[in-house]
């Protein structure tokens, strides 16, 4: 098998859990308008649940610790909402004000994960599997759930937004915010959902990330959002359907690049990706920015 085939299937792979991370960001930017700079860190602490349920405590099955720790994270994305981010979104005007506090929230969230887990890679409790020949592609059976997890979570996104009252809400919200409170839709409500929705899918990002890189460190969220921020400025801030485009380009790009470059750069790939999306179309190849478009 050439190594081309075999960098597609891993970019395959990173771009499913580069999805769910970027339509988390893009979904909570399109509702709130502002950008959570601590979106790495909530990965990171939703691994780490997961790893706590799988392999440090409880030894739960590995995919039914991600969706618990992935329901967890949904809780604490609406508490971090309601407590700290909320009340200053309501006070101030500018969203510069937003974005400082969840520069100081990524600070203290990392510093907290450091010091219960401390700096050492972990691992979760996970069989290898076996490998399957997926056309010219190799891929592993744990590979293949994180592709399919990732699917599924991509079509119930959609038909949410697509076919449901509140997924209409959302949009109706993302467009324009006063405008959807004076139609009668409970704005307070629909963002409580949207950061449930939005920290149930940094939860997922970080399991997965952990489970497809094959450990995991405080650090690698933080890391990872970088790739997330390119992913979804290539598509276009709020859109998410950009978001799934970008994190695809991304994902396979870097993995790909990784076959024929030294691997050490293949992030390098993505800051460049990210440098001409800005140059030549700022708003992103689909959507504008605001939105929350489906």
């Known amino acids: 098998m050439s190594l081309f085939w075999l960098s597609v299937g891993f970019g395959l792979v990173t771009s499913s859990v580069l999805a769910v991370a970027a339509i988390g960001l893009s979904l909570q930017f399109g509702i709130t308008n502002y950008v959570n700079f601590a979106y790495g860190d909530f990965m990171a602490l939703g691994a780490f649940f997961t790893y706590v349920l799988n392999n440090e405590v409880f030894h739960i099955n590995i995919w039914i610790a991600l969706a618990i720790a992935a329901l967890a994270m949904g809780g604490f994305g609406v508490l971090i909402n309601q407590w700290l981010l909320g009340p200053f979104a309501r006070r101030f005007q500018s969203t510069h004000y937003v974005l400082i506090v969840t520069f100081g929230l990524s600070l203290v969230m990392l510093n907290v994960i450091y010091s219960i887990w401390g700096a050492d890679v972990r691992f979760y409790s996970l069989a290898a599997g076996s490998a399957h020949h997926v056309g010219p592609m190799l891929l592993t059976t744990n590979q293949l759930i994180v592709m399919g997890i990732s699917v599924a979570l991509l079509a119930a996104l959609h038909t949410t937004l697509k076919t449901t009252r509140l997924g209409k809400s959302m949009r109706a919200m993302s467009d324009n915010t006063s405008l959807a409170m004076t139609s009668g839709i409970d704005t307070r409500r629909i963002t409580t959902i949207t950061w449930f929705l939005s920290g149930a899918l940094a939860g997922v990002a970080g399991s997965v990330l952990g489970i497809s890189e094959g450990n995991l460190t405080p650090a690698a969220g933080e890391l990872f959002l970088f790739v997330i921020f390119a992913a979804v400025i290539m598509g276009g801030i709020g859109s998410i359907y950009g978001a799934m485009a970008g994190a695809v380009f991304i994902g396979m790009s870097t993995e790909i690049s990784a076959a024929y470059i ?32 489906a």
């Open 262 to 293: 030294n691997p050490a750069y293949k992030l390098d790939i993505a800051f460049v990706v990210l440098i001409l999306t800005l140059l030549i179309r700022p708003n992103g190849l689909i959507g504008r920015p605001g939105t929350t478009e």
